[in-house]
């Protein structure tokens, strides 16, 4: 069964960085293209960053541009978000999303597996 699996939400002040995880279940993470979403309270869900399986191209939402990072282990079968310089509007739950195909998108309707999603919180 392909799952991905996120983890490493929490608490972050404002200008603090926090790095996600998400591990791959059922799958690899060279095989397919990874996406992570973002769900703040009372707004749809949007695309943060993703990359590609072709190869390892990334795609980056113009809100995140410059201060969050996607990179892949493969030995670790994992996926990490590396988010720096975080902002309040940053807080969301996050999710790792994963699908098949050759390069990735932003849009959540390419994606067909889902994680259950880990809360951020940027506050003071």
């Known amino acids: 069964q392909v799952q991905p699996v996120e983890s490493g939400g929490g608490l972050v002040q404002p200008g603090g960085s926090l790095r996600l995880s998400c591990a791959a279940s059922g799958f690899t993470v060279d095989n397919g293209n990874i996406g992570w979403f973002r769900q703040a309270p009372g707004k749809v869900r949007e695309g943060v960053l993703c990359i590609s399986s072709a190869d390892g191209s990334t795609s980056y939402a113009d809100s995140v541009k410059g201060r969050f990072t996607i990179s892949k282990d493969n030995a670790k079968n994992t996926v990490y978000l590396q988010m720096n310089s975080l902002r309040p509007e940053d807080t969301a739950i996050y999710y790792c999303?994963?699908?098949?195909?050759?390069?990735?998108?932003?849009?959540?309707?390419?994606?067909?597996?889902w994680g259950q999603g880990t809360q951020v919180t940027v506050s003071s």
């Open positions: 999303a994963t699908t098949w195909g050759s390069y990735c998108s932003l849009s959540l309707y390419e994606y067909d597996y």
